[in-house]
């Protein structure tokens, strides 16, 4: 288990009301996901993953409960990133932490399409 940095819970309570952690970490298992499913990316872009938990652009609805599809825009890279976080609430073993399911590059159509489709729960203003 890899700690990844901390989440401010009042961006993150339009998610669930009930996250009793504010520590996210990434597991050896989902780092060889993604590696497996978006090669390079881990490699090249995971020193953002600090920046992209503590400062969301967007956060929409995933299709799992407790879960949070995360978008973050570093200028800088001028790239465009899709990130999922499982949040740990008082349901879920005690032992457990929020955690990176998975992380991608992804480009402005693709961002675009996930706007438009996805309900937005948190805008950056």
């Known amino acids: 288990m890899h700690y990844i940095g901390k989440i401010d819970l009042s961006i993150y309570k339009c998610i669930s009301e009930d996250i009793i952690s504010d520590e996210v970490v990434i597991t050896d298992t989902q780092i060889v996901h993604i590696q497996d499913h978006h090669p390079n990316d881990y490699e090249q872009f995971n020193s953002y993953f600090k920046e992209i938990i503590k ?9 799992k409960p407790n879960t949070a599809l995360i978008l973050k825009e ?20 005690p032992s457990y932490k929020n955690s990176i399911i998975t992380f991608m590059k992804i480009d402005d159509k693709e961002w675009r399409r996930l706007l438009k489709n996805k309900k937005i729960l948190y805008k950056f203003e």
Do not use: C, G, M, Q
Not at 55 to 63: G, M, Q, S, W, Y
Not at 74 to 87: A, D, G, Q, S, W
């Open 55 to 63: 400062n969301p652009d967007f956060i929409l609805e995933a299709n």
């Open 74 to 93: 570093i200028y800088l890279e001028n790239k465009k990133f899709k990130t999922v976080l499982r949040l740990i609430t008082s349901s879920d073993n």
